[in-house]
């Protein structure tokens, strides 16, 4: 059965960060000159995970079930955050997470990071059954546009739906963004779950014009050698 627009963008979004995770899994990627790796997969996760609650959730919570379905999404949203400010703290030296080890930071990411994919892929198969593919369509752009201005930084303890949700974000993407500048932090001006930005599939999502350059295969300038 093919995928919708929705389900192929949550796939990349996945992808993406699974891309990002790799680097940062090594031992070497604790020391300071290689913290941008940790950085990007920080920061790429946390948006997700703040633009899935603005824009996923509340059609999820239209569903059948869907209050239980966001009070489950919810629950490994906070441990997946939790983690993540443990990975931050120990990246950056923090007296309360030195006793950690690397690797036990990462089993435990890895496992709720395992646990989100297969309830968020879940969740969007039911929207995808339930939902028009116009909708499903706009509603993937949104996912896409809202992941680029999200919080850089997970507040688990902040709210996470609804107005005061939404409106919590948007303070922590500013905040997040004074705190990134301040601390170095190395994070993508470009969301890295699309790494082909400017391909057929986000133009699509994104309603923009296809350059000709993009269909077009390019071309060996005269003399030179392949």
Known sequence: ???SMLELAVDRTHT????????????EAGRTDLRHETDSFYAITAQH???AEDVLLPHVR????GRSHVVSYLHQVRQLERALRLLKARQY????????RHSDVWHVMDRLLADHERMEAGHVRLLSESLS?????NVAAQLL??????PTRAHPHSPHTGRAGR????????????????????????????????????????????????????????????
């Open 1 to 3: 059965m093919m995928k």
């Open 16 to 27: 993406g960060v699974q891309l990002l995770a790799a680097p940062a899994h090594a031992p």
């Open 49 to 51: 995970l703040a633009a």
């Open 62 to 65: 239209r569903l059948p079930d």
């Open 93 to 100: 030296g923090d007296s309360r997470a030195l006793h950690l």
């Open 133 to 137: 593919p116009a909708l499903l369509g």
């Open 145 to 150: 546009a809202a992941e680029q201005v999200a």
């Open 167 to 226: 409106l919590t974000h948007k303070i922590w993407r500013l905040v997040d963004t004074t705190w990134d500048n301040l601390e170095g932090r190395v994070i993508p001006t470009i969301y890295a779950q699309h790494p082909n930005r400017d391909s057929t599939f986000s133009h699509y999502l994104r309603g923009s014009r296809i350059p000709a350059s993009a269909t077009q295969p390019e071309r060996t300038p005269a003399g030179s050698q392949t």
